[in-house]
Nanobody, 118 residues
Framework: QVQLVESGGGLVPAGGSLRLSCTASGSIFSNYRMGWYRQAPGKQRELVAS???????NYADSVKGRFTISRDNAENTVFLQMNGLKPEDTAVYYCAARLYYRDRVAYWGQGTQVTVSS
């Protein structure tokens, strides 16, 4: 069973930055591609950033140029650097692992709250 543990959420003023971290319980990056989702109150969970099966990255249009996903293979950790935060970025952010060439999320983290004040 894979466990994903997120950290780094918090309260930040508009225009500020946060870095989220997600550490996996084992060396899973060879079998799973990682991504970040978010869910705001009353809205569906949406994909924010992820690694593709080809090893590239993709981003939701709403965060392009502001968010960056990266990973440290040695530490089994994936990051989401969020700059230029806006109040509409307020949500619970979830780390997720998907098998390569599969869309279904196999494992979710517990979520971390990000709140951006105006």
């Amino acid at each position: 069973q894979v466990q994903l543990v997120e950290s780094g959420g918090g309260l930040v003023p508009a225009g500020g930055s946060l870095r989220l971290s997600c550490t996996a319980s084992g060396s899973i990056f060879s079998n799973y591609r990682m991504g970040w989702y978010r869910q705001a109150p009353g809205k569906q969970r949406e994909l924010v950033a992820s690694f593709t099966s080809g090893g590239n990255t993709n981003y939701a249009d709403s965060v392009k140029g502001r968010f960056t996903i990266s990973r440290d293979n040695a530490e089994n950790t994936v990051f989401l650097q969020m700059n230029g935060l806006k109040p509409e970025d307020t949500a619970v952010y979830y780390c997720a692992a998907r098998l390569y060439y599969r869309d279904r999320v196999a494992y979710w983290g517990q979520g971390t709250q990000v709140t951006v004040s105006s």
